[in-house]
């Protein structure tokens, strides 16, 4: 996993569980700065620091190979909508899926173009696809 890629993961993780960076640091035995620096991807944590901080959130390791799987789809329907734009395919291609499905790909779409307020918005749905189970 990439800085950029690991620092998102951390983020979202952490955010789906509702802690701020400082009820993180204490569950797992590091320093708030040390979160800070992990979620701005300043630095990677070492491989049993990371362990640490997934056990800390009370989630299985492979919550992170999922959550950035998540994440490069997302960034792979922004990329595919910013180069082809929304056409007949894609319709086409929404029309197939449930009214639930659509519901949360349009919210989806729509955070993306939102920036600023994305993280809370997304994780929340994240989990939900996750799970299964709404938030």
Not at 54 to 77: E, H, K, M, Y
Not at 85 to 105: N, T
Request: some cysteine; charged content about 25%; aromatic content about 4%.
């Amino acid at each position: 996993m990439a800085n950029d890629d690991l620092a998102v993961t951390l983020t979202i993780l952490r955010v789906i569980r509702r802690w701020s960076q400082s009820e993180l640091a204490e569950t797992a035995g590091v320093t708030n700065s040390a979160i800070s620096d992990y979620e701005r991807g300043k630095v990677d944590p070492q491989t049993h620091t990371l362990q640490k901080l997934v056990r800390a959130l009370g989630l299985p390791l492979s919550a992170l190979d999922q959550t950035q799987g998540f994440i490069q789809v997302i960034r792979a329907q922004m990329a595919g909508l910013a180069a082809e734009g929304e056409g007949a395919e894609q319709f086409s291609a929404a029309a197939a899926l449930s009214p639930k499905e659509r519901e949360l790909r349009a919210e989806i779409a729509q955070i993306s173009s939102e920036g600023g307020r994305f993280a809370s918005r997304l994780t929340r749905l994240m989990l939900e696809l996750m799970t299964g189970k709404p938030c």
